[in-house]
């Protein structure tokens, strides 16, 4: 089982990345996905889920500018992030149910 998430960067306030984690060894389409962040010195926090109906819920910190979504078929988790702001600085990570994570990617927010 492996995740590996891609798409982190540097980016300024009020702009957008794409998140991706790709999957291999097993399928995506039958699971809930997640994607949590973790940000320097504080703990791991959930940020949005699918769930394999398509089903969305958000934190409320990113609720209206993030986008969770999947390709059953290229086995890939997708996070759009709009409207970034300094404080969704963080390692952002996927999680596959019930308990399969990536490595992790890095988003920077700051101008």
């Known amino acids: 089982v492996q995740l590996v998430e891609s798409g982190g960067g540097l980016v300024q306030p009020g702009g957008a990345l794409r998140l991706s984690c790709a999957a291999s060894v097993f399928t995506i389409s039958t699971r809930m996905m997640m994607w949590f962040r973790q940000a320097p010195g504080k703990e791991r926090e959930f940020v949005a889920r699918v769930s394999a109906g398509g089903n969305t819920y958000y934190a409320p910190s990113v609720e209206g500018r993030f986008t969770i979504s999947r390709d059953n078929v290229k086995e890939t988790l997708y996070l759009q992030m709009n409207s970034l702001k300094p404080e969704d600085t963080a390692v952002y990570y996927c999680?596959?149910?019930?308990?399969?994570w990536g490595q992790g990617t890095q988003v920077t927010v700051s101008s």
């Open positions: 999680k596959a149910w019930p308990d399969y």
